[in-house]
C-alpha cells in the first residue's frame, strides 16, 4: 500500500515552488524513494515536504523529497510554508524544525510574510561538496560548450544544504536552462548532484536569476538557490550583504547577517487545497527525469 496511500495533504507555493505537505507526527512511516515518484504522479510538487514527531526540541522533524524520489536537505519555500501550517494549527507565530541540514528557525513577519533562518553557508570545497580541490570557491574552473566560446563558465559554488552553483550572466533569461541544467546537474564536478543557477546583479541591491533545481527541474523559485545566490554575489563584491532576489515566481528578500553568519530568507506563502493520495502506490514510475512540476 504505501506510507502515502490515503494520507491527507496540503498543496501550497513559495512564489510558484510548488510544495505538498503531509504530516506523519501521529502516524510515522517510512517513504521511500519509488513511493516520493509515485506521490508526484498523483500530485504533482516540486518538493513534499513530510513532518515526523520530534527528535529534540522542535516542533517537527522534516524529510524532503524532490519530485524524482531524491531527497534534499533543505527547502526554503517549503519551511516558509511549514510555517504558515503550523502556525495556522498552533496559533504561534515562530517555530522551529530539524532538517537534514540542521535546525532551522522560521516566524511570521510583518504583511503576512514568513522569514526561515538558513544559517551560515558552507563554502569549502567539501563541504558543498565539489570531487576536486579548490582554495577559493567564489569562483570555480568549470564550462560548459564549445571550447573557446562557453555557453556557461566559472560558477561560483555555495552549500545552503544542498550543493549550489551560480553562474553569472548578463540577462538570466535567455539561458536555455531547461538544456544545460540537467548537463550541469549531473557533472562529475558535482558528486551529489547541484542545482544549477544562470543569475545577474542589475543593482548592488538586486539581484535577477533562474534556477534549475536538483532533482525537481525547472522551478518558478527555489529558495536555497536565492539564499547561495546571495551569498555569492556579495562575496564577489556584486552587492550588499541585504538583496532583493527576483525569481520567476517572485520577489524574496535575502540578508546575510555579518552578526552570526546565518543567512535570512523572508516571502509569501500561498494555499493552493487540500486533498488525499490513493490508496495505489503499486504502479511506481521508474526513476529518471524529474516528473513533478515543470515550469
Request: net charge negative; charged share 25%; with cysteine.
Amino acid at each position: 500500500m504505501g506510507a502515502l496511500a490515503n494520507r491527507d495533504f496540503v498543496k501550497m507555493n513559495g512564489l510558484g515552488n510548488e510544495i505538498v505537505i503531509v504530516d506523519l507526527r501521529a502516524a510515522p512511516a517510512e517513504i521511500d524513494a519509488a513511493e516520493a515518484r509515485a506521490a508526484a504522479s498523483q500530485e504533482p510538487y516540486d518538493q513534499l515536504m513530510v513532518l515526523y514527531p520530534p527528535r529534540t526540541d522542535v516542533d517537527a522533524s522534516i524529510r524532503i523529497y524532490n519530485n524524482d524520489g531524491s531527497e534534499a536537505g533543505a527547502c526554503g519555500n517549503g519551511m516558509r510554508c511549514l510555517a504558515a501550517l503550523v502556525g495556522e494549527q498552533t496559533g504561534r507565530s515562530a517555530f522551529k524544525f530539524q532538517t537534514p541540514a540542521g535546525v532551522i528557525p522560521c516566524w511570521r513577519t510583518q504583511g503576512g510574510l514568513y522569514t526561515v533562518d538558513m544559517g551560515p553557508p558552507r563554502l569549502r570545497w567539501d563541504e558543498i561538496p565539489l570531487a576536486e580541490e579548490f582554495a577559493n570557491t567564489r569562483v570555480i574552473e568549470l564550462e560548459i560548450g564549445p571550447r573557446g566560446a562557453p555557453i556557461l563558465h566559472s560558477p561560483s559554488v555555495v552549500s545552503m544544504g544542498n550543493p549550489h552553483a551560480i553562474f553569472w550572466v548578463e540577462d538570466p533569461g535567455a539561458v536555455d536552462l531547461a538544456e544545460v541544467g540537467p548537463l550541469l546537474e549531473h557533472h562529475p564536478m558535482f558528486p551529489e548532484r547541484a542545482n544549477i543557477t544562470v543569475a545577474a546583479t542589475p543593482a548592488r541591491d538586486h539581484i535577477v536569476m533562474r534556477t534549475w533545481e536538483r532533482g525537481a527541474g525547472l522551478t518558478k523559485a527555489c529558495g536555497s538557490a536565492a539564499c547561495a545566490t546571495a551569498v555569492a554575489a556579495a562575496r564577489l563584491r556584486r552587492s550588499g550583504r541585504k538583496v532583493r532576489v527576483t525569481l520567476p515566481g517572485g520577489d524574496l528578500t535575502v540578508e546575510w547577517r555579518d552578526s552570526d553568519d546565518h543567512v535570512l530568507m523572508t516571502g509569501p506563502v500561498e494555499y493552493e487545497h487540500r486533498g488525499r493520495f490513493g490508496g495505489r502506490f503499486d504502479a511506481v514510475p521508474p526513476a529518471g527525469e524529474p516528473i513533478g512540476v515543470t515550469k
